[in-house]
Structures are given as structure tokens and as C-alpha cells.
């Protein structure tokens, strides 16, 4: 079993920051994929970074903006999201999922499937 819990949504105007947290605990296999999905109203969920160890994989649509990071000695995962849109606005789940590696990137947007997921946390931006 692997328990995540979400921490750090808000809201903030267009063009700001906020960094979301993970924590992390449970038993997790020696490799394994993390990551953080959205979900707009209306939409469905999608991937938006994961990582395996320091790689990383970003969808298009946060490139360059978002940061996934992990730091293994308190078990939390992180996503700093700078330049943020109003199209960002959704509920982030943290996610912990199955080990996938396609074509060099570790842990790509929407190409693993997570077992366990957090509560989810609200970022709301607005314009």
C-alpha cells in the first residue's frame, strides 16, 4: 500500500507560481514511476510530469513552466508550476504508478498507469 497526500493548491492571477507537495509513505517498489495528473471540470484526467529517479518527462502543454522534483530523504514529491494560465486551473492528483520508459524518456505524461493516488489538491488561476 502506498498512501500520497497532496498539499500547496491555492489560487493566484495569471502569470504566478505555486509550488504543490506529495508526501509519501507505504511500501513502493524499487522501480516506479511518479507523477502528477490535472482535471478540469468537464474533462478528463491527464497526465502532466512523472519522474523515475532525477528523470523527468513533461506534457507540451506545461514544458518549460512546470518543475517535478522528488527528494527521496522525506519522501515528498514536488511540482513548482511558474507562469501559470487559467487553463491550468484543475484539481492536481499526485499519483504513483507502474515503471515505464518509451523511447528515453522516463515515466512519460499519459503513457503509465498509476495504482495509487492522492485526494487531489485545488490550484484555481485566474486571469
Known amino acids: 500500500q502506498v498512501q500520497l497526500v497532496e498539499s500547496g493548491g491555492g489560487s493566484v492571477q495569471a502569470g504566478g507560481s505555486l509550488r504543490l507537495s506529495c508526501a509519501v509513505s507505504?511500501?513502493?517498489?524499487?522501480?516506479?514511476?511518479m507523477g502528477w495528473f490535472r482535471q478540469a471540470p468537464g474533462k478528463e484526467r491527464e497526465g502532466v510530469a512523472g519522474?523515475?529517479?532525477?528523470?523527468?518527462s513533461y506534457d507540451d502543454s506545461v514544458k518549460g513552466r512546470f518543475t517535478i522534483s522528488q527528494y527521496n530523504a522525506k519522501n515528498t514529491l514536488y511540482l513548482q508550476m511558474n507562469g501559470l494560465k487559467p487553463e491550468d486551473t484543475a484539481t492536481y492528483y499526485c499519483?504513483?504508478?507502474?515503471?515505464?520508459?518509451?523511447?528515453?524518456?522516463?515515466?512519460?505524461?499519459?503513457?503509465?498507469?498509476?495504482?495509487?493516488w492522492g485526494q487531489g489538491t485545488q490550484v484555481t488561476v485566474s486571469s
Open positions: 519522474i523515475y529517479s532525477a528523470m523527468t
Open positions: 499519483a504513483h504508478g507502474q515503471y515505464v520508459v518509451l523511447g528515453g524518456d522516463y515515466c512519460p505524461p499519459n503513457r503509465w498507469v498509476a495504482g495509487y
Open positions: 507505504g511500501y513502493t517498489p524499487s522501480r516506479y514511476c
